[in-house]
């Protein structure tokens, strides 16, 4: 039997979703990539395990703060009014920060950061 696809594992109406959610939550969790996810105004809403060994925060001190805990101040403005820029028309943006973690040490960081966007097509 083919597996259901992850649109339709969160779209479906039958007793399987929260189980389908909770093996998404633990994929997320478990990442080996660091992962943030905000709210439309930027306020971190969840951060995983990884997010929480790279920045030596721990959650409860990002829940509800934003991204700009975590920057050095060193990254070009012109970075962050591209980052932004392209966010705010829906696209994903690449590129690289220079970050500090909480024991004040600087890293780069890679990133990818993807707008959710409102759903008016069919996945």
Known sequence: MMEPSLHQA???SDADVGKRFAQ???AVEQSPVATAITDAKGHIEFVNQRFL???GYARDELLGKTPALIQSG???DAVYDTLWTT???GRVWQGE???RRKSGELYWEA???TP???RTARL
């Open 10 to 12: 969160f779209s479906s």
């Open 24 to 26: 998404f939550y633990i």
């Open 53 to 55: 060994d790279v920045t």
């Open 74 to 76: 060193m990254t070009p």
């Open 87 to 89: 966010l705010g028309e």
């Open 97 to 99: 920060l220079l970050n």
């Open 111 to 113: 990133q990818t950061i």
């Open 116 to 118: 959710v966007k409102t």
